[in-house]
């Protein structure tokens, strides 16, 4: 630019001589710049083959010590990991790594290999299809394919999040990219769970290539939280719980009001869920008696748009619908509201033994697109306890309230499956494990209700499904009332009763601040199977009321805590969580100053 500026200059005025002086001077400070943009080229052209040289007197040889190198750093990301052989090896044969690859790096690279290895899994399940299969060997493999496509989407938007993340960045993010890897892993023990009672040899057939996809995504969500430790050691955050394999649940919440609603809802949100009947234009009625838009509920759900970015409310005049109801993964936002739990009822009867479907498949409604609501409904499953699983609700939605609505069965009835839920002031009605799941989920103000078991079984509130030390999963009963239904309440029933058992190796669930009545066993928790998960699970107690309370003939399992100080308590609310940043937990306790409801 400043030649054509000179040239420019000459052709405005001046004399010759003045002009032949500029452009004299201009020539010189441009053969000046040159050569020093040449000397520099060549000084450091020597210098990287010097350098070169001095390394190994062989380019070649330097690459490989660059490619040594990404492999050293490759080792100590994969160092983390349950699985590292595995996480070295899967990497190492990534083709999209680069040869000066850091940590973000070789995570997106984990992820990918993860996606890969879905992707071929669900293709090798689709071959085993056949004419041959019966109807729960087909619902098995359904259930697979569907929670492969769930884990493919979850998959994806972590790399979404990772694009729009850098390394001192990652602590912002870490909440969001744990929940969707938790979820993942989940959905591949979803999948072998339906080949239970199958005949043949479709579930030994799964389960190597099965475990393999989990193991791998494991390893990605060790390494989130590596990177995660690393970055905020670099800003000087202290971690109040520094072994995130055994950090207390309220780390993975935080951000909830004086209310007790979770920072995640917006304003208008909570005003849906605060008012009473129905004070807002629902987009669509649904009404038995053909006053409204729709007569079915499946009918205005699949009415409703797809991946909205605003919510859309159906409104669920009173009446018993039976029917099993969808929420698939593209209707985002959605809202049902009731006249009141009694009043709209939502009912079905599927069921594991009954009807031969799947635990996943029996729910009378399925929830998973996000950001789900609901107020006032009853959602129910009739097969009664001889049919064993039955589920009411299931939900793998995330960022989902409940709130007012009754949930009833009897094995089974709640399966919180993944990601983050909350539910304010509900009651949950059932047997064996009628809360169940491995979903980031708080239950506030709630009333859990024993029903009355067949002879041979036990009351269990809770099967926690925590299967991988670093999922940021886990049930938390806060200011509860756990209790019996009527035909339990006189107290005279032989029935044992538990607050929970480990259905996988890390399960985790507390009670803090609710009270526990009479008819809980003293021991308080059951073994799932011997010994299985007894020291790696978390059950804590925390300022519980109630004649159950009383911890002193509580089990003596090494996982068991009984939280006796307020600074441990104190892991479970909010304000020592709060870090000023974007990521949006499910749920939290009560926002307060303390550990108080």
């Excluded at 040594?68 to 190492?92: F, G, H, M, R, W």
């Amino acid at each position: 630019m400043g030649s054509l500026n000179v040239s420019c200059e000459r052709f405005n005025g001046g004399t010759e001589q003045h002009s032949r002086q500029k452009i004299t001077k201009a020539v010189f400070v441009t053969a000046m710049a040159s050569a020093l943009i040449v000397a520099t080229v060549i000084f450091l052209a020597v210098g990287i083959n010097r350098d070169a040289i001095e390394r190994d007197h062989n380019v070649g040889k330097y690459h490989v010590r660059r490619w040594k190198s990404t492999q050293n750093v490759l080792k100590d990301a994969c160092s983390s990991t349950l699985y590292p052989e595995l996480c070295v090896s899967s990497i190492s044969s990534y083709g999209g790594l680069a040869s000066n690859a850091g940590h973000m790096e070789i995570l997106e690279a984990a992820v990918n290999v993860a996606i890969v290895a879905v992707k071929n899994e669900k293709a090798r399940t689709r071959s085993l299809f056949s004419p041959d299969l019966d109807f729960r060997q087909h619902g098995a493999l359904r259930d697979c394919i569907e929670m492969y496509d769930d884990t493919l989407d979850e998959l994806h938007d972590t790399l979404s999040d990772l694009h729009n993340t850098t390394f001192l960045s990652i602590p912002q993010h870490t909440a969001d990219l744990e929940t969707l890897l938790s979820a993942a892993i989940t959905n591949q023990d979803t999948c072998m769970e339906g080949f239970t009672l199958c005949k043949g040899n479709l579930k030994k057939d799964l389960k190597g290539s099965l475990n393999n996809v989990s193991h791998l995504v494991s390893n990605s969500l060790a390494m989130v939280g590596n990177i995660t430790d690393k970055a905020k050691q670099m800003l000087g955050i202290v971690d109040s719980v520094p072994d995130r394999r055994r950090r207390l649940l309220a780390e993975d919440f935080v951000g909830s009001d004086e209310e007790g609603f979770p920072s995640w809802m917006s304003a208008g949100d909570r005003r849906l869920l605060q008012v009473n009947g129905v004070a807002m234009t629902a987009n669509a009625v649904v009404a038995l008696d053909g006053s409204g838009n729709f007569t079915t509920i499946s009918a205005a759900v699949e009415a409703a748009p797809e991946k909205s970015t605003t919510r859309f409310v159906i409104y669920v005049k009173a009446g018993v619908y039976k029917e099993n109801v969808e929420v698939h993964k593209r209707k985002h936002f959605l809202t049902f509201i009731g006249d009141g739990e009694g009043k709209t009822v939502i009912t079905g009867s599927r069921s594991v033994k009954g009807t031969n479907h799947t635990t996943f498949h029996s729910a009378t409604v399925a929830v998973t697109g996000k950001g789900f609501m609901a107020r006032d409904i009853t959602f129910e499953n009739t097969a009664g306890p001889s049919n064993h699983q039955a589920v009411a609700l299931r939900v793998g939605s995330d960022c989902s309230a409940f709130y007012r609505c009754s949930f009833k069965g009897y094995q089974d009835t709640l399966y919180v499956h993944t990601l983050r839920q909350f539910y304010r002031e509900c009651d949950i009605y059932g047997t064996v494990d009628f809360i169940f799941g491995n979903a980031a989920v708080v239950f506030q103000n709630c009333n859990l209700y024993g029903r009355q078991p067949l002879e041979n079984q036990m009351i269990i509130y809770t099967a926690q499904g925590r299967k991988d030390p670093n999922q940021n999963t886990g049930i938390v009963i806060h200011n509860c009332t756990v209790t019996a239904d009527f035909d339990q309440a006189g107290g005279n029933s032989s029935t044992k009763t538990y607050l929970g058992r480990p259905w996988k190796e890390y399960s985790r669930t507390v009670f803090m601040y609710s009270h526990l009545d009479h008819i809980i066993q003293p021991v308080g928790w059951l073994e799932w199977n011997g010994t299985f998960g007894l020291s790696t699970l978390y059950y804590g107690e925390y300022n519980n009321r109630g004649p159950r309370s009383d911890t002193t003939q509580r089990v003596k399992w090494p996982g068991h805590r009984v939280i006796n100080s307020s600074s441990e308590a104190g892991q479970f609310t909010v304000d020592r969580f709060i870090e000023g940043d974007k990521w949006l937990p499910s749920v939290g306790v009560p926002y307060s100053s303390s550990v108080t409801p």
